[in-house]
């Protein structure tokens, strides 16, 4: 049982564009949240966070949104850059420990 | 800070046999966690460990796993009578305690045939 879930596979967007990738949970426990970008051959990479008492975070060219309400988060990337070319996971969980990911988008930004 | 390190990157082995990985976590790191993912799919959680203990271990995990961090620093999982289905990326992670990010190794790929 999925517990996060990135339903979409994958994203193409244009140099310069915004991109957003998104994401849903079902438990209403999770209280903290994080993204991660992983290029091939590689392992996970931190990119951003988020605790459930706020519903925005930002770091640079990245954002994330968060709405309870709806179980669901989202990243933004702006502006979008070849090099952010990879694929993106979120996490969510309860605690410090133990988190579930989603299945990954893999973005796509064409120069 | 070397960052995270597994050894090997890449395994291959015969159904039946038995394989160890390595984690070498950040030095000052306390707790590592261990995950595996599959094709297509996000790393699933399988056990961490907060200095030697493990302190938690997922129904992921069989009979046929366990994980060690005898003095605290590097881990080792060793599967036994390796099966088909336990084809696929571990990954090793760790962090300080308290801390919500994880930082995760390039993973051990095992293909069992």
């Known amino acids: 049982d999925q517990q996060v879930k990135q339903n979409s596979p994958s994203l193409s967007v244009q140099e310069g564009r915004i991109s957003i990738l998104n994401c849903d949970y079902t438990?209403?426990?999770?209280?903290?949240f994080l993204w991660y970008k992983k290029y091939p051959a590689e392992g996970p990479t931190f990119l951003i966070s988020i605790s459930s008492i706020k519903d925005k975070n930002e770091d640079g060219r990245f954002t994330v949104f968060l709405n309870k309400s709806a179980k669901h988060l989202s990243l933004h990337i702006v502006p979008s850059q070849p090099g952010d070319s990879a694929v993106y996971f979120c996490a969510a969980g309860a605690g410090v420990v133990k988190f579930y990911f989603g299945s990954g988008t893999k973005l796509n930004v064409k120069p | 800070d070397t960052g995270v390190s597994q050894d090997p990157r890449h395994k291959i082995t015969k159904r039946g046999q038995n394989v160890t990985f390595r984690c070498d976590p950040i030095s000052e790191h306390n707790r590592l966690y261990w995950y595996r993912q599959t094709l297509g799919q996000g790393p699933e959680f399988l056990t961490y460990?907060?200095?030697?203990?493990?302190?938690?271990k997922s129904r992921l995990l069989s009979d046929r796993f366990s994980a060690e961090r005898p003095k605290g620093s590097f881990s080792t999982l060793e599967i036994q009578r390796t099966e088909q289905g336990d084809s696929a990326m571990y990954l090793c992670?760790?962090?300080?305690?308290?801390?919500?990010?994880?930082?995760f190794g390039p993973g051990t790929r095992l293909t069992v045939t």
């Open positions: 460990f907060q200095n030697e203990a493990q302190l938690e």
């Open positions: 438990n209403s426990m999770f209280d903290y």
């Open positions: 992670a760790s962090s300080l305690a308290g801390d919500h990010e994880q930082y």
